[in-house]
Protein backbone atom coordinates (compact mmCIF):
# COMPACT_ATOMS: atom_id res chain seq x y z
CA UNK A 1 0.00 0.00 0.00
CA UNK A 2 1.60 3.12 -0.98
CA UNK A 3 1.99 6.32 1.39
CA UNK A 4 -0.11 9.74 1.02
CA UNK A 5 0.40 12.27 3.10
CA UNK A 6 -1.55 15.01 3.18
CA UNK A 7 -0.77 18.56 3.97
CA UNK A 8 -2.83 21.20 6.25
CA UNK A 9 -2.24 25.00 5.65
CA UNK A 10 -4.34 27.88 6.54
CA UNK A 11 -3.25 31.29 5.88
CA UNK A 12 -0.38 32.96 3.75
CA UNK A 13 1.54 36.00 4.96
CA UNK A 14 3.77 37.92 2.41
CA UNK A 15 4.95 39.46 6.37
CA UNK A 16 7.84 36.77 7.30
CA UNK A 17 7.83 37.68 11.11
CA UNK A 18 3.93 36.72 10.95
CA UNK A 19 5.10 33.13 10.60
CA UNK A 20 3.38 31.45 12.64
CA UNK A 21 0.89 29.12 14.22
CA UNK A 22 -1.92 28.61 11.52
CA UNK A 23 0.14 31.50 9.25
CA UNK A 24 2.83 30.66 6.56
CA UNK A 25 4.72 32.84 4.92
CA UNK A 26 5.43 32.89 1.30
CA UNK A 27 8.81 32.36 1.71
CA UNK A 28 8.71 29.15 3.79
CA UNK A 29 5.60 28.32 1.58
CA UNK A 30 7.86 28.59 -1.76
CA UNK A 31 10.66 26.53 -0.51
CA UNK A 32 8.41 24.08 0.48
CA UNK A 33 6.70 23.43 -3.02
CA UNK A 34 9.95 23.72 -4.22
CA UNK A 35 11.11 21.46 -2.32
CA UNK A 36 8.09 19.15 -3.17
CA UNK A 37 8.84 19.71 -7.18
CA UNK A 38 12.46 18.78 -7.12
CA UNK A 39 12.31 15.98 -5.31
CA UNK A 40 9.54 14.25 -7.50
CA UNK A 41 6.72 14.44 -6.07
CA UNK A 42 3.21 13.95 -7.55
CA UNK A 43 0.29 16.52 -6.34
CA UNK A 44 -3.12 14.88 -6.29
CA UNK A 45 -6.48 16.22 -6.23
CA UNK A 46 -9.04 13.58 -4.39
CA UNK A 47 -10.91 13.32 -7.75
CA UNK A 48 -7.84 11.52 -8.92
CA UNK A 49 -8.09 8.70 -6.30
CA UNK A 50 -11.44 8.51 -7.29
CA UNK A 51 -10.14 7.54 -10.85
CA UNK A 52 -7.18 5.80 -9.86
CA UNK A 53 -8.44 1.66 -10.19
CA UNK A 54 -5.49 0.09 -8.03
CA UNK A 55 -2.34 1.07 -5.83
CA UNK A 56 -0.55 -0.16 -8.79
CA UNK A 57 -1.63 3.40 -10.43
CA UNK A 58 -0.70 5.48 -8.17
CA UNK A 59 2.34 7.79 -8.52
CA UNK A 60 5.97 6.80 -6.71
CA UNK A 61 5.97 9.72 -4.66
CA UNK A 62 2.52 11.77 -4.23
CA UNK A 63 1.33 14.25 -1.95
CA UNK A 64 -2.25 15.73 -1.42
CA UNK A 65 -1.91 19.75 -0.91
CA UNK A 66 -4.77 21.55 1.03
CA UNK A 67 -6.30 24.61 2.26
CA UNK A 68 -8.90 25.35 4.45
CA UNK A 69 -10.79 28.53 4.90
CA UNK A 70 -10.03 30.54 1.47
CA UNK A 71 -9.06 33.09 2.65
CA UNK A 72 -8.10 36.26 -0.09
CA UNK A 73 -4.24 35.64 1.12
CA UNK A 74 -4.40 32.24 -0.08
CA UNK A 75 -5.58 33.32 -4.00
CA UNK A 76 -2.91 36.18 -3.73
CA UNK A 77 -0.41 34.10 -2.50
CA UNK A 78 -0.08 30.45 -2.46
CA UNK A 79 -2.22 30.12 -5.72
CA UNK A 80 0.38 31.80 -7.76
CA UNK A 81 3.32 29.64 -6.07
CA UNK A 82 0.88 26.37 -6.88
CA UNK A 83 0.93 27.22 -10.99
CA UNK A 84 4.92 28.53 -10.64
CA UNK A 85 5.84 24.52 -9.75
CA UNK A 86 3.10 23.02 -11.38
CA UNK A 87 1.22 21.92 -8.50
CA UNK A 88 -2.33 20.85 -7.63
CA UNK A 89 -3.54 22.10 -4.16
CA UNK A 90 -7.47 21.27 -2.81
CA UNK A 91 -9.16 24.80 -1.22
CA UNK A 92 -12.01 24.20 1.46
CA UNK A 93 -15.47 26.39 1.70
CA UNK A 94 -16.61 27.72 4.66
CA UNK A 95 -19.76 29.06 2.88
CA UNK A 96 -21.33 30.93 5.03
CA UNK A 97 -18.45 33.37 5.24
CA UNK A 98 -17.96 33.61 1.29
CA UNK A 99 -17.41 37.33 0.35
CA UNK A 100 -16.91 38.37 3.50
CA UNK A 101 -14.54 37.84 6.78
CA UNK A 102 -13.45 34.99 9.05
CA UNK A 103 -16.28 35.96 12.04
CA UNK A 104 -15.16 31.90 13.64
CA UNK A 105 -11.37 33.20 14.24
CA UNK A 106 -9.69 36.82 14.08
CA UNK A 107 -12.51 38.52 12.46
CA UNK A 108 -9.87 40.12 10.16
CA UNK A 109 -9.18 37.75 7.35
CA UNK A 110 -10.92 38.02 4.25
CA UNK A 111 -12.22 35.36 2.62
CA UNK A 112 -12.70 34.86 -1.47
CA UNK A 113 -15.55 35.88 -3.26
CA UNK A 114 -17.69 33.51 -5.63
CA UNK A 115 -16.29 34.95 -8.16
CA UNK A 116 -12.63 34.68 -7.10
CA UNK A 117 -13.55 30.82 -6.15
CA UNK A 118 -14.25 31.02 -9.90
CA UNK A 119 -11.48 32.20 -11.01
CA UNK A 120 -9.14 29.82 -10.00
CA UNK A 121 -7.89 27.13 -13.02
CA UNK A 122 -9.60 23.90 -11.59
CA UNK A 123 -6.57 21.85 -13.08
CA UNK A 124 -4.73 23.61 -10.32
CA UNK A 125 -7.46 23.90 -7.35
CA UNK A 126 -9.79 21.35 -6.45
CA UNK A 127 -12.34 22.65 -4.30
CA UNK A 128 -14.35 21.30 -1.34
CA UNK A 129 -16.35 21.40 1.41
CA UNK A 130 -15.48 23.10 5.08
CA UNK A 131 -19.00 22.72 6.35
CA UNK A 132 -21.69 26.03 6.17
CA UNK A 133 -20.98 27.79 9.84
CA UNK A 134 -17.08 26.61 10.61
CA UNK A 135 -18.60 24.85 13.53
CA UNK A 136 -17.20 21.60 15.45
CA UNK A 137 -19.53 18.59 14.34
CA UNK A 138 -18.29 16.74 17.48
CA UNK A 139 -20.94 19.67 19.40
CA UNK A 140 -23.92 19.85 16.64
CA UNK A 141 -27.14 17.44 16.78
CA UNK A 142 -27.73 15.13 13.40
CA UNK A 143 -30.91 17.58 12.80
CA UNK A 144 -28.11 20.74 13.29
CA UNK A 145 -25.47 18.63 10.77
CA UNK A 146 -28.19 17.66 8.16
CA UNK A 147 -28.98 21.36 8.19
CA UNK A 148 -25.56 22.63 7.63
CA UNK A 149 -25.26 20.09 4.75
CA UNK A 150 -28.43 21.20 3.22
CA UNK A 151 -27.28 25.13 3.01
CA UNK A 152 -24.00 23.74 1.87
CA UNK A 153 -25.73 21.89 -1.16
CA UNK A 154 -27.90 25.21 -1.76
CA UNK A 155 -25.14 27.66 -1.76
CA UNK A 156 -23.42 25.06 -4.08
CA UNK A 157 -25.96 25.06 -6.72
CA UNK A 158 -27.21 28.80 -6.52
CA UNK A 159 -23.70 30.22 -7.10
CA UNK A 160 -22.73 27.48 -9.66
CA UNK A 161 -19.87 25.98 -7.71
CA UNK A 162 -17.96 23.40 -9.06
CA UNK A 163 -17.46 21.06 -5.10
CA UNK A 164 -15.76 18.45 -4.89
CA UNK A 165 -17.59 16.00 -2.38
CA UNK A 166 -14.74 15.75 0.15
CA UNK A 167 -15.25 17.51 3.35
CA UNK A 168 -12.46 19.02 5.73
CA UNK A 169 -13.87 18.83 9.19
CA UNK A 170 -13.51 22.37 10.69
CA UNK A 171 -11.21 21.96 14.02
CA UNK A 172 -10.07 18.48 12.53
CA UNK A 173 -13.48 17.86 14.81
CA UNK A 174 -15.60 15.22 14.37
CA UNK A 175 -17.55 12.17 17.06
CA UNK A 176 -15.28 9.68 18.56
CA UNK A 177 -17.62 7.56 20.12
CA UNK A 178 -20.14 5.35 18.83
CA UNK A 179 -23.23 5.45 18.53
CA UNK A 180 -22.22 8.63 17.63
CA UNK A 181 -19.71 8.46 15.45
CA UNK A 182 -21.67 5.64 13.45
CA UNK A 183 -25.11 7.81 12.90
CA UNK A 184 -21.84 10.84 11.61
CA UNK A 185 -20.61 8.85 8.98
CA UNK A 186 -24.09 7.15 8.21
CA UNK A 187 -24.73 11.31 7.35
CA UNK A 188 -22.48 11.65 5.29
CA UNK A 189 -22.61 8.81 3.27
CA UNK A 190 -26.26 9.91 2.99
CA UNK A 191 -25.15 13.32 1.76
CA UNK A 192 -22.20 11.46 -1.09
CA UNK A 193 -19.44 12.76 1.11
CA UNK A 194 -16.49 10.64 -0.24
CA UNK A 195 -13.79 11.69 1.89
CA UNK A 196 -13.38 13.08 5.75
CA UNK A 197 -10.32 14.95 6.27
CA UNK A 198 -9.22 15.33 10.24
CA UNK A 199 -5.82 16.23 11.32
CA UNK A 200 -4.21 13.35 13.01
CA UNK A 201 -0.92 14.55 11.68
CA UNK A 202 -0.07 10.69 10.12
CA UNK A 203 0.67 9.36 7.00
CA UNK A 204 -1.69 7.75 5.27
CA UNK A 205 -1.71 4.48 3.45
CA UNK A 206 -4.17 4.10 0.48
CA UNK A 207 -6.34 2.84 0.22
CA UNK A 208 -7.65 4.29 3.31
CA UNK A 209 -8.37 2.31 6.36
CA UNK A 210 -11.83 4.57 6.52
CA UNK A 211 -12.46 7.39 4.19
CA UNK A 212 -13.66 9.36 6.93
CA UNK A 213 -11.16 9.08 8.88
CA UNK A 214 -8.45 10.46 6.61
CA UNK A 215 -5.61 12.43 8.26
CA UNK A 216 -3.58 15.37 7.78
CA UNK A 217 -0.12 16.59 8.38
CA UNK A 218 -0.47 20.10 9.95
CA UNK A 219 2.25 22.62 8.84
CA UNK A 220 3.06 25.42 10.61
CA UNK A 221 4.04 28.87 9.99
CA UNK A 222 7.41 28.38 12.89
CA UNK A 223 8.26 25.04 10.89
CA UNK A 224 11.80 24.92 9.57
CA UNK A 225 12.43 23.09 6.11
CA UNK A 226 13.68 20.00 8.22
CA UNK A 227 10.93 20.03 10.31
CA UNK A 228 8.48 20.02 7.23
CA UNK A 229 10.49 17.16 5.25
CA UNK A 230 10.32 15.23 8.23
CA UNK A 231 6.52 15.21 8.64
CA UNK A 232 6.29 14.85 4.90
CA UNK A 233 8.09 11.40 5.16
CA UNK A 234 7.39 10.44 8.58
CA UNK A 235 4.69 12.80 9.82
CA UNK A 236 4.54 14.30 13.43
CA UNK A 237 7.88 14.03 15.34
CA UNK A 238 8.27 14.60 18.88
CA UNK A 239 12.13 15.17 18.57
CA UNK A 240 11.94 19.25 16.88
Sequence with gaps: MPNLPILMYHAVTADASQSKGLTISIEKLEAQFQYLQKNGYTSLHFGDLQRLKSPADFPKKAVIITFDDVYINQLELAYP?????????CF???FQYVGGIDEWNTGKEEIMSVAQLKSMDQATIELGLHSFAHKKYDQ???AEINEDFEKCEAFIVENQLNVSNVLAYPYGKFPRKNPEQQTFFETLYEHKVAFGLRIGNRINKYPFKNNYEVQRLDIKGEDSLRKFVSKLRRGKSLFF
Excluded: C, G
Design 81 to 89: LLQKYNLKA
Design 92 to 94: YIP
Design 140 to 142: LSV
